[in-house]
């Protein structure tokens, strides 16, 4: 952290400001309630559905936070509850650990609780879909600034999947292909281990979260490790996935900013399909920056897969040569992203693809990747900003639902 700058009033208002708009957080005292994007929703495996709950705010403790919420539908008539701790107990060099528990639905290749994504865009990714899951998480984990540069992440899970026919979608795999016995549900316990490595990568340390600053000489390289355990804590199957990840966000000077992110992940071993790799799909009003915008939910999934993303910020480049245009302070941006991948035969298997009642995902096919290519606008009224976004492949007949264009909004505040 650069201590004089988590002093600036500007980042420390930016900083709050997102926190209130984006996660949906109300600060009273001592607690924070909500988010209340939350409060009601509706989806077709629980009906109505509604949620309340609060965090503890940097007034209760700056190096501890404390989150619950419980939540009710009233189609199903069950409850949900999450309940997460954290704790900072290194700010000099970074050093935090946590656990929690949380048992609610979840929208398969929505959920991972290891990318953090707006309240927003979780809440009304919700509404009205039926690609959905019980689930129930328990979680000890761990992150470490090692050295300079270097930090470590240490996850150690427990989940269970519980899936049921939900409108027209039925999971199933076959738990035994030699004699097609079809399961629905399954438990997971699995260790993930990630190593972060950045150059001289600047921070903004607020409560118990740190924000990069990016502007970065060199990128940001992650090495991804998770292996599944068979037989321990009623863990099903064996399986280890591997990652490598590329994040870079830098300065051009007058031609404004850049960023890019690309990955490749594969799994070895056999597991159903919602614990390989769903690409994140995108079929709410919001576009978001880790999501396939015009991908539909559950529409491609893959044992492994490489992608690539890139952005690039003009800050007014070409609008503030535009005089009335210059006095609104629009920013315009363009962007790309691309994803590739296959899934194997082995764990085809495990898929009853000829089974007219089981629901199973697309692939990939003859070597074509996902693409789409967006333009847009920010600081509109100076925190809106609009997507125009346009699919560039599989737009055939076997993916009928798929669009070749889309505008979609959000809420971003830079500074």
């Known amino acids: 952290m650069v201590d004089s700058l988590k002093n600036q009033p500007l980042i420390k208002s930016y900083v709050d400001i997102v926190e209130i708009a984006i996660e949906g957080h109300i600060p009273k005292g001592k607690i924070d309630l909500g988010p209340w994007y939350y409060v009601l929703g509706y989806n077709q495996l629980e009906g109505l559905r509604t949620r309340v709950g609060f965090r503890t705010s940097p007034k209760f403790s700056k190096d501890y936070q404390f989150r619950t919420y419980g939540a009710y539908g009233f189609g199903d008539k069950q409850f949900k509850f999450g309940i997460f701790n954290e704790y900072v107990f290194d700010r000099a060099k970074w050093g935090k650990v946590g656990v929690f528990v949380k048992k609610d ?14 309240a927003l865009y979780d809440a009304f990714s919700m509404l009205g ?38 409108g027209d979608f039925n999971f199933g795999y076959y738990s035994n292909p030699v004699d097609s016995t079809i399961k629905s549900n399954y438990d997971i316990t699995s260790i993930n281990l990630r190593g972060r490595f950045s150059y001289k990568e600047q921070f903004i340390y607020r409560n118990t979260n740190r924000y990069s600053l990016g502007n970065l000489k060199a990128p940001v390289l992650s090495l991804d490790y998770t292996h599944s355990f068979k037989d321990v804590l009623g863990g099903e199957f064996t399986f280890n996935k591997f990652g490598i990840e590329l994040w870079q966000f830098n300065s051009l000077g007058n031609w404004g900013t850049f960023q890019y992110t690309v990955k490749a992940y594969k799994t070895f071993g056999q597991a159903p399909y919602p614990s390989l790799f769903i690409m994140r799909g995108n079929q ?13 939910f559950f529409e491609f999934a893959a044992d492994q897969y490489a992608s690539v993303d890139y952005e690039h910020q003009f800050n007014g480049l070409f609008f503030n040569r535009i005089p009335l245009i210059k006095k609104l302070k629009w920013r315009e941006f363009v962007n790309f992203k ?37 333009y847009g606008i920010e600081n509109i009224f100076r925190f809106v900003r609009l997507d125009f976004i346009h699919r560039l492949t599989y737009l055939d007949e076997s993916h009928p639902n798929a669009k070749a264009f889309g505008l979609k909004g959000t809420a971003v505040f830079r500074f």
Do not use: C
């Open 129 to 166: 879909t039926n690609r959905l899951s019980r689930s129930f998480t328990q979680r000890i984990w761990a992150e470490k600034e090692l050295i300079k540069g270097y930090t470590q992440s240490v996850n150690l899970t427990h989940k269970t999947y519980e899936f049921e026919k939900v």
């Open 105 to 118: 639905v979840e929208l398969i290749g929505l959920t991972d609780e290891y990318v953090a994504t707006s």
């Open 284 to 296: 709410s009003f919001f576009s978001n920056n880790l999501s396939y915008n015009l991908m539909d």
């Open 338 to 374: 691309g994803v590739y991948g296959t899934m194997s035969l082995s764990n085809q298997s495990l898929m009853p693809l000829n089974n007219p009642n089981i629901t199973t995902p697309s692939f990939f096919v003859g070597g074509k990747p996902y693409m789409e290519l967006g």
